[in-house]
């Protein structure tokens, strides 16, 4: 079986101090976050940034200066930021980062109903502009998939030449007005996928490690990290990403899965080995 690639979200755009004190908000607590996560086996960072008082960002500035200061430390480690970024903001603040042309970035395929009034925008002109910009600038889109029919717009947008293959999908599962956390989601949605792609689950709150165990089992890839969830166990907080981490390395030892240093990631996910 492929080996496995974890991804740690070590930031998010919502999930505050108030909810685990070791949320990252300033450029040094970014790359505690990623470095920990790094060293406990992640090849792979999902990036999200704040200003210092944790509002989340798209700003290039912000963005650059994080990336730098997480790659100064860890050269190999491969970043991928959001472009989904927080509700409310525009296409344009979103896109940001991909003027900085990282290797990966993600692209939401479709909207989702947080919860309330609270509504993650994603129309389909939205998709289209961001999986042409990322083809034009080589960055290869991770597709967040909330629900089933959100991979059916990637195969309908894929046909219309705005997302190339191989795709790479992300299945996030267990969000609000998103598809549940349940295994026997988990397997729908696994085999709703095309031929080919290869996929990273991602479980929100307490589904971050029963997905990971099915994906691990599944030959997919995992992805931790406090934008998910906050929690280590039941009630125990996570004194960093990288306890997070960690525990799906100990799950994927115990099942004989090898994990997968960045150059492998790199392979695994079509990416140009770095020079
Ligand atoms: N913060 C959410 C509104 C992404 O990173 O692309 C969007 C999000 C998805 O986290
Ligand atoms: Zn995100």
Known sequence: MEKLII?????????????????????????????????AGASLIHLHVRWDDGTPTQDKGRFKAVMDAIKKEIPDVIIQPSTGGAVGMTDDERLQPT??????????????????????????????????????????????????????????????????TPMHFDLVMGV???????????????????????????GIGRFEFPLAMAAIIDGGHVRVGFEDNVYLSKGVLAKSNGELVAKVVRMAKELGREIANPAEARQILGLKPLK
């Open 7 to 39: 991804t740690a979200a070590i930031c998010g755009a919502e999930v505050l101090k108030e909810h685990n004190p070791a949320v990252p908000y300033t450029i040094e607590e970014c790359v505690r976050e990623a470095k920990s996560a790094y060293e």
């Open 99 to 164: 003027e900085l042309n990282p290797e990966m970035a993600t692209l939401d395929c479709g909207t989702l109903n947080f919860g309330g009034d609270e509504v993650f925008m994603n129309t389909e002109n939205t998709i289209k502009y961001f999986g042409q910009r990322m083809i034009e600038r080589g960055i290869k889109p991770e597709l967040e998939v909330f629900d089933k029919s959100m991979i059916d717009m990637a195969l309908r947008l894929h046909k219309k030449g705005f997302i190339q």
């Open 176 to 202: 609000n007005g998103g598809i549940s956390g349940d295994l026997r989601d988990f397997v729908f949605l696994r085999h709703s996928l095309p031929a080919g792609a290869t996929y990273t689950v991602a």
